[in-house]
């Protein structure tokens, strides 16, 4: 920024020192430098004016934002530093003439020395995007962390591993976080910003978007904001056919773009001609092509497309010198090449050569041209003409004829002179600036080609030599001079006499009425604004009456002010008790200029002005604007600020969302700015409310939509640990889900259209109507989130129940690492039903399921016609070795080196299995598993280290190989043999059990609690050992043993593994056996000894554990789909927040993308193979449709809602600020 303030400073100065003028760099440039600028320069310091000559002027637009160049002369005129006229501020430039001055300010003492450093010390406010993002993190993660600490620590307390519990702590914290929010947010900004600036606002913050649509308070300067900042001719006034002055219009948009004015009007064209000859503007009419370096001559005009849509035709020629010269100039141009034929200004200047010139100054606040007829002012032979404009008052006073009609002179009378006051007073009324027109033909033998035209000032005269109207200045000092009494100018100095010959009158032409015309859109954008309950305040340097003027023009003022009140009771004569009299406290319209107010005046007094509905501020200095904004933002104002001046820089920087200029505008201003309107119209900046209120609108639409699987993601990981159920969804799935299928589809609200009542609402109050609300958390979490979640458990049941595992059995069952559902063999009391094997043929034998475990060979139970499960429940792992890892020599397939140590992982035992069986709980695998889709025959006689190694894969890990994590899985799942705590602890189990607790469930205990000790008798006869005289003791179902023995039936140099009583459990189990040649149903079984043979493999029967398993995983998969199909209806219920769907309509492309996309996604992620590592799996076709009724049940809920919300809610419109409001209703 303080680069961009360096370039407004001029590279080289003229200075005097020691009375010898040099040019000098000017940061060399010092205190007490005489400076002498000429026109074009740049001002190099702040400097007071010793001496200048009657035109100079300097423009201060880019401090004041006056689009009129401002005289300056060598007396103080204001107290006011800016408004006095014999100082020159550092960065403006000199347009026209020249001065002296002495250096009194420099560096960061000048005036824009200290709007530098007040837009450098300006704190950046936090954007409220910002702040509601913030808000959102730390309420998400508030939940997110007390959810995951809870659990983790009723994980723990109710027994589980710490490692699992941190697991399940982490899938509670993952699940709770919306992973996608911050490239949904990023994405949603873009989107916006990208789409803004086709509407012309270009977008340096991103959170600068969401800024804008929190507005509730837009401070506008006026020139080139509201207006075009292109001084436009908008009305002329010359006599019409009956020699009447009249108003005419000019093409303009201050007329609508109408024109009424002739121009084959004889008063027309001579007024057209005085404008034109009377006026030292000129057109810069190319631009050199950078690389031919050629001049190119540019059109006259072109068309500009604005922001809002609306198009607007502007001079592309760039007028040189005076803003209104240049009006005249631009209006002149056109009309000359069709009234009188003549193609250019400066044909018809060069066809009448100026002869003498009396620039304009503000004391005598007119200009005179003389021209001759012809180019050759020496040769030529016709009359001179003197040409004159000015302020009316001053000219039309001078005047003795006006131009008739037909272009003849017609007397003028004081009716004519009143009704050109009012003609003036009505144009003046409309914020026109009015200047009037006269001439005089000077006769060639009065005035011949030598003569000396002079001001007077040389010859000791007050006016000049020729004809000039100064009629009644010269009747004035006859009668004085009759009386003997001098006359004196208003500062008490002596008048000179004037010249005889400037007594003859001049011939009235006419007026023009200029205006810096507000731009076309900008009424219906204040009025817009007012719908929205957005304050429009104008906060301009120009003068208050000019401001005022503009402000009623655009609808920023629309009521009388207290001084209109006043005048008007004034005017009707009304005083207090009067039907007739207005109090005007009463006023709701306030014009406030700079020096009505300070820096330091009370909140109360600042309390009075803003809480006027309508207010603008006028000859406000930097500091003031700066004010403004801060007291605005005190009352709660979400502000934006605009500017294009290097004044306005400290006030963006302050303002909540800064809103720089990018044609008028100053690099300091962009730099400081957070956006930029590329066409300078403020009908971008309510363009750009809309925007940002719907980005609000659609991140608010995207959080919802993405916290509304927060629950159907959290509710497994609570039901598993509270209800000890298997997992229904795993941590990857939920990533899947936040990352994979819900992206596309949230980052599509960013392209929804806006709702149609968006700008009637109320600015958005940032302390209720938050990102995050209440209202939206009991709406995502506990309406559609609840509903979600149910849809999720449904259809994971469903799956379930399909594969064999009805709702009943999976209370008390939990999944996940050392657990059981899924690494276990499952145990089931049936009450009916039949063994098959996995062809669906019934055991010929005739085992009832409800008394006799199953056979090898007819493993599976059907539940036949009316069988079914009583109660499932697994083994209950009463060994729990130490916590240490095996010896280095482990091997999984080898009993041998198997020890105590265990990893501290509890392991089921034989007399688990046992118990079970005593209580009529048999070996459980589902024949409907073997229709699933997942079914492997291979399964009932799997080959252990195949098996083992199948598993380890699926876990990322492998055993048969030394390792940690190898080791350690085969402690997690179904043991490829059984642990004997009796063997273990030499049959005797008193005072072997461990302190530490197993963590059985209320199943296993009601089982176990009864046993006294497994004796002889209760062992089934073929496992007798120990003499026959069995255990001593009873197994306990709250208390671990911490020693036992591993056998799997093997045999090592012709003795048992393990132990050599482990031979008695050969055959414990009907799941373990041993095949000659390879594992099979029918292979040829290996007992004993045999065992040890060469060619001999341990087999075992995993279809219990592995239906399980992939059952689960299906559901998961089912649980994860149906999350997908109900998010359907959770995309089309967050397009609107409040209206029907019917009415929003399914415009939006990328949306109805999204839909496809998450549906697409969820099909490819379950049906193609590579991806099924995340946990998904091929789905059968119906198990998609559980989730569609819960999604139509959604939608129907939502619609219903909305109704209600519509039809109890009117809206209501403040009569007296055009405000929509919307009643609270249900």
């Known amino acids: 920024m303080m680069n961009e303030f360096k370039a407004m400073r001029p590279p080289k100065v003229k200075v005097i020192r020691d009375g010898m003028q040099s040019l000098v760099d000017s940061a060399t440039v010092t205190m007490g430098d005489l400076v002498v600028l000429e026109q074009g320069d740049l001002v190099p310091a702040d400097i007071r004016v010793l001496e200048c000559s009657p035109n100079m002027c300097v423009d201060n637009s880019s401090l004041t934002g006056e689009s009129e160049p401002q005289k300056r002369k060598n007396e103080c005129t204001h107290e006011e530093v800016l408004e006095t006229a014999n100082l020159c501020f550092f960065g403006t430039q000199v347009p026209e003439g020249s001065c002296k001055g002495i250096v009194v300010k420099i560096g960061d003492e000048t005036v824009i020395g200290r709007i530098a450093s007040l837009a450098l010390s300006t704190v950046t406010e936090q ?177 500009r497309q604005q922001g809002d849509g609306t198009s607007i035709e502007e001079v592309v020629w760039q007028p040189v010198g005076n803003a209104s010269e240049g009006a005249m100039i631009k209006f002149a141009h056109p009309a000359l090449n069709e009234s009188l034929g003549i193609k250019d200004i400066e044909d018809l200047r060069k066809a009448n050569a100026k002869v003498f010139d009396i620039p304009f100054n503000s004391k005598n606040k007119y200009q005179v041209h003389v021209h001759c007829q012809s180019a050759d002012t020496v040769a030529d032979k016709h009359d001179r003409v003197v040409y004159m404009k000015g302020a009316p008052e001053r000219i039309f006073g001078r005047c003795t004829e006006y131009c008739g009609t037909d272009g003849t002179s017609r007397p003028m009378d004081d009716a004519t002179r009143a009704h050109i006051v009012a003609l003036q007073e009505k144009m003046g009324s409309n914020g026109l600036r009015v200047l009037g027109f006269a001439m005089r033909a000077l006769p060639i033998s009065d005035f011949p080609p030598s003569y000396l035209y002079s001001d007077g000032r040389e010859e000791g005269k007050s006016t000049p030599n020729f004809p000039l109207g100064e009629f009644d200045l010269i009747q004035r000092f006859t009668d004085a001079a009759a009386t003997g009494i001098e006359l004196r100018d208003d500062k008490g100095k002596p008048i000179l006499p004037p010249h005889e010959a400037s007594g003859p009158g001049l011939i009235f032409l006419g007026m023009m009425a200029l205006v810096d015309p507000p731009r076309e859109a900008v009424p219906g954008a204040v009025a817009k604004c007012k719908t929205a309950g957005i304050k429009v305040i104008m906060v301009t340097g120009d003068h208050p009456g000019t401001a005022k003027a503009i402000a009623y023009k655009v609808g920023i003022l629309w009521g009388p002010t207290k001084s209109d009140i006043e005048n008007m009771n004034e005017e009707n004569r009304s005083s207090p008790g009067d039907a007739d009299y207005e109090d005007p406290d009463s006023a709701q319209a306030i014009v406030v200029p700079g020096w009505e107010f300070s820096d330091d005046m009370g909140d109360d007094k600042w309390n009075a002005i803003l809480e006027h509905p309508q207010i603008v501020f006028a000859r406000t200095s930097p500091q003031q604007k700066l004010v403004i904004v801060a007291n605005c933002q005190r009352l709660g104002h979400i502000v934006a600020v605009t500017g294009d001046g290097v004044n306005d820089s400290p006030a963006l920087k302050k303002a909540d969302i800064g809103i720089a200029m990018g044609i008028a505008g100053t690099p300091v201003t962009k730099n400081a700015a957070d956006m930029i309107l590329l066409d300078d119209n403020f009908a971008s900046i309510v363009a750009g409310v809309e925007e940002g209120r719907l980005i609000f609108d659609n991140l608010k639409k995207s959080i919802c939509y993405t916290l509304t699987s927060n629950i159907p993601e959290i509710s497994p990981f609570l039901c598993w640990i509270t209800m000890d159920t298997p997992m229904p969804l795993s941590t990857v799935l939920i990533l899947a889900i936040d990352l994979g299928t819900d992206m596309v589809p949230a980052i599509s609200m960013a392209y929804e259209d806006a709702e149609a009542d968006i700008m009637k609402r109320p600015p958005r109050n940032a302390k209720v109507d938050r990102l995050v609300t209440r209202k939206l958390i009991f709406l995502a979490y506990l309406q559609i989130g609840i509903m979600q979640a149910m849809a999720g458990f449904y259809a994971w049941m469903v799956v379930l129940n399909d594969y064999g595992f009805p709702p009943t059995v999976l209370v008390g069952n939990p999944s996940g690492t050392g657990m059981f559902f899924g690494d276990q063999t499952m145990y089931c009391k049936f009450n009916g039903g039949q063994y098959v094997d996995f062809n669906g043929q019934v055991d010929p034998s005739g085992k009832n399921p409800s008394n006799d475990p199953p056979g090898r060979r007819y493993p599976l139970w059907d539940r036949g016609d009316a069988g079914f499960l009583e109660k499932c429940t697994y083994a209950q792992k009463i060994f729990r070795g130490r916590s240490a890892k095996p010896e280095d020599d482990f091997m999984f397939k080898q009993a041998n080196t198997y020890s105590h140590r265990t990893f501290d992982l509890a392991q089921p035992t034989i007399e688990s299995v046992w118990a079970l069986e005593k209580d009529k709980f048999f070996e459980y695998t589902p024949w409907r598993g073997r229709m699933s889709p997942f079914w492997n025959n291979k399964w009932v006689a799997w080959n252990v280290a195949r098996s083992e190694e199948r598993i380890a894969g699926d876990k990322a890990g492998t055993l048969g190989r030394k390792g940690d994590a190898d080791a350690q899985f085969v402690f997690m799942a179904q043991p490829a043999g059984v642990w004997s705590v009796c063997i273990g602890n030499r049959f005797d189990l008193r005072g072997k059990k461990r302190p530490h607790k197993i963590g059985a469930y209320s199943s296993l205990r009601d089982i176990v609690k009864g046993a006294d000790g497994f004796v002889l008798d209760d062992w089934p006869p073929a496992m007798q050992f120990n003499n026959n005289a069995g255990c001593t003791g009873r197994l306990n179902g709250k208390r671990s043993y911490h020693r036992a023995t591993f056998c799997n039936g093997g045999y090592h140099g012709g003795k048992p593994a393990g132990d050599n009583a482990c031979a008695v459990l050969d055959n414990a189990t009907q799941n373990l056996f041993y095949c000659h040649g390879g594992c099979g149903l029918h292979c040829n079984e290996a007992f004993g000894e045999a065992r040890d043979g060469p060619d001999v493999q341990q087999c075992q029967n995993v279809a219990s554990r592995l239906v399980q398993t992939n059952a689960n995983q299906h559901a998961q998969a089912a649980y994860w789909v149906s999350i997908v199909v109900v998010q359907w209806a959770d995309l089309l219920i967050c397009k609107t927040r409040w209206l029907s769907i019917r009415q929003q309509g399914l415009r939006n492309s990328v949306l109805n993308f999204g839909l496809f996309f998450e549906t697409l996604l969820a099909a490819w992620l379950c049906y193609f193979t590579p991806f099924q590592v995340l946990g998904t799996r091929s789905l059968r076709f119906t198990h998609w449709m559980p989730g569609i009724p819960w999604s139509m049940m959604i939608f129907m809920y939502d619609e219903t809602r909305k109704y209600m919300m519509r039809a109890t809610s009117p809206e209501v419109t403040n009569v007296a600020t055009g405000q929509v409001t919307r009643i609270p209703g249900w």
């Open 127 to 303: 954007t409220p995007i910002n702040r509601e993002i913030e808000h959102f993190i730390h309420i998400i993660s508030a939940i997110a962390i007390v959810l995951g600490v809870s659990f983790f620590a009723a994980s723990l307390a109710r027994g589980q591993d710490p490692i699992v519990s941190l697991v399940f702590m982490i899938g509670i914290i993952v699940a709770n976080v919306p992973e996608g929010l911050l490239a949904t947010v990023t994405v949603c900004l873009t989107l916006t910003a990208k789409r803004m600036y086709t509407k012309k606002v270009m977008v340096k913050n991103l959170e600068g978007v969401e800024t804008l649509g929190s507005t509730s308070c837009i401070c506008s300067d006026k020139t080139g904001t509201l207006t075009q900042n292109i001084m436009t001719v908008a009305q002329i006034v010359y006599a019409d056919d009956d020699n009447q002055l009249k108003i005419q219009d000019a093409a303009s948009s201050f007329t609508k773009g109408i024109r009424t004015y002739d121009p084959d009007s004889k008063a027309f064209h001579k007024l057209l001609i005085c404008s034109t000859l009377c006026n030292t503007c000129y057109f810069d009419k190319y631009y050199e092509d950078e690389e031919t370096g050629k001049r190119i001559l540019l059109p006259f005009k072109k068309v």
